[in-house]
């Protein structure tokens, strides 16, 4: 056998070898599980954003005060609102982490911090990282979404005319 042969088999070895630990590195990867105490403010905002990312709009929508606004009266309005948004169902190149939640009595501000990949090329990629905030409050023993800076339609939260759905009136805003 000569050189360049063994300069090839070498290559195709070390190609082989790069390939099955990119293989082994993908499948190791840990699946994001939802989490478990929805006592929590902090699980059930994560919940929710786990539930948009993965397209469960039942789970996503069982996250929503009904007392809201504009809150959707069904399910399939619910997936309306999302479908014709798209910033709320692109989410499947971000990863969400909860930084941190503050409580005042029956509200909590969860502070979300969102990262985003964008793929450009087999050595071209970038990311950009940034912060927001979820509203919840708490209803007996359950948080539920009341406002929020993304990954959340503003039609949910307050009332407006371009928020109408198909000739239906949003219900006003009941001030306590």
């Known amino acids: 056998m000569n050189r360049t042969d063994r300069f090839l088999i070498g290559l195709l070895a070390g190609v082989l070898i790069l390939a099955a630990v ?14 478990a ?3 929590d403010p902090e699980a059930v905002a994560f919940n929710y954003l786990l539930a948009l990312q993965r397209q469960e709009d039942a789970k996503a929508y069982s996250y929503l005060d009904p007392a809201l606004p504009g809150y959707p009266p069904r399910l399939d309005v619910f997936i309306d609102d ?6 709320l169902r692109d989410l ?8 941190s939640h503050k409580a005042e009595g029956d509200i909590a501000r969860v502070t979300i911090q969102e ?4 793929g450009g ?7 950009s990282v940034d912060q927001f905030e979820l509203r919840l409050q708490q209803k007996g ?5 009341i406002d929020g800076q993304r990954s959340w339609w503003d039609c949910w939260d307050e009332y ?11 219900k006003p805003v009941q001030v306590p």
Do not use: H, K, M, P
């Open 115 to 118: 990262t985003s990949f964008v």
């Open 92 to 99: 499947g190149n971000r990863s969400f982490r909860v930084l």
């Open 121 to 127: 090329g087999l050595f071209q990629g970038d990311q």
């Open 22 to 35: 990119a293989f082994a590195l993908a499948r190791g990867r840990t699946q994001v599980d939802y989490r």
């Open 141 to 145: 023993d359950r948080w539920l979404l």
């Open 37 to 39: 105490d929805e006592t």
């Open 160 to 170: 407006s005319e371009y928020c109408r759905r198909d000739g239906e009136s949003i």
């Open 82 to 87: 999302l479908s014709e948004r798209a910033y």
